[in-house]
């Protein structure tokens, strides 16, 4: 299997990578102090300074092909996302963040005309954010089925009556459209079929923000997560999505390749923490030796290299057949990576945070805010268990004999 990158691939790596050391890994304490004091709940000053650079550059929109973006596949695209997520909040620089790409690819795939024009162009020109709603608190979401939030068809408009959480990004006053998920037949025998997606503008009467909901005690600001109330939220029959009964089609186009983003950004964050580990490692002294003298922190070092070569390639698998065959023949590698890397991350992170000590669980790495984030998507996008279950089910099925649900 020949994972050589494109060209074109190998001189983004070089220009974002350049880009990340003299812009990006400098700003890190000012991005947060700004978010802090200055930007609570709006774009800070430095990331939009930064993302008018970067898109100046021509470093923008990586993941989307033709006018959009460079044009890129998974599997050139992939090298660069891990260059990004060496800083948690890199990626919305070149307008590649969480789930501004999800729901523009979402929308450049399923939306139509008018709302593209709408909601679209505004996203792929950094000039808005987006939120994903899908999440509830009432029922296991990780069974798209269990979603109770209604959308009802009253005359020329939709009627959202639910409650949701988790729905990442809406806390920012950037944020002017909301993705729902919701059901507009829940009697339907096809359960599948229930569920539907529309678009909501996030003034809309009736939705309420209640709270903003935090993950390991971070509120991840300006963005958040905030758990939000919709409450005979009307908006027109022409905003939803691709049609009724077509949420769980479109939700599981969007979540495939957002899954295996996130496994490209975490193998970013690992192998950094590993890089940090090594030189935490070779200058600090414990006992009358550096720690790299210490046979235990020379295995957790091997280790880690062998842990994250071996999700690494995983990954480029996975996106190497999604460009071969498409994302739903790839589907049983990208749930493979997705139960693999953020595990591995986790164990990278937390290796690199036991030879830091004190330090890696401070403020003053950003290792403690990495491992939160690795161990957050071993629930998001799907939980470990759902991913586990569908590829054994999968896998058990090649054997020619039917396996129940």
Known sequence: ???????????????????????????????????????????PPLMQELKARARAQGLWNFFLTGAHGPGL?????????????RVLWAPEVFNCSAPDVGNMELLSQYANEEQKRQWLEPLLAGEIRSGFSMTE????????????????????????????WYTSGAMNEDCKILIVMGKTDPDNPATHHQQSMILVPRDTPGVRIIRDMQAFGYDHAPG??????????????????????????????RLGPGRIHHCMRLIGCAQRALEMMCER????VAFGRALGEHGSVREDIAHSFCDIEQARLLTLKAADKMDREGNKAALDLIGAAKIVVPSMAARVIDRAIQVFGAAGVSQDTFLAEAYVYARFIRIGDGPDQVHLSQLGRHLLKQTGRPVAR
């Open 137 to 164: 608190p009432e029922v296991a979401s990780s069974d798209a089925t269990n979603i109770r939030c209604r959308i009802e068809r009253d005359g020329d408009h939709y009627v959202i009556n639910g409650r949701k």
């Open 281 to 284: 490692a070779g200058t600090r």
């Open 1 to 43: 299997m020949d994972f050589q990158h494109s060209p074109r691939s190998i001189d983004l790596q070089r220009r974002v990578g350049e880009f990340m050391r003299e812009h990006v890994l400098p700003n890190e304490k000012l991005y947060h102090e700004q978010v802090s004091t200055v930007s609570r709940d709006r774009t």
């Open 224 to 253: 958040g997560h905030p758990e939000i109330v919709y409450d005979n939220v009307r908006v027109p029959a022409t905003n939803i999505i691709l049609g009724e009964g077509r949420g769980f089609e479109i939700a599981q186009g």
């Open 73 to 85: 596949t998974n599997l050139d695209y992939a090298p660069i996302k891990e260059i990004m997520g």
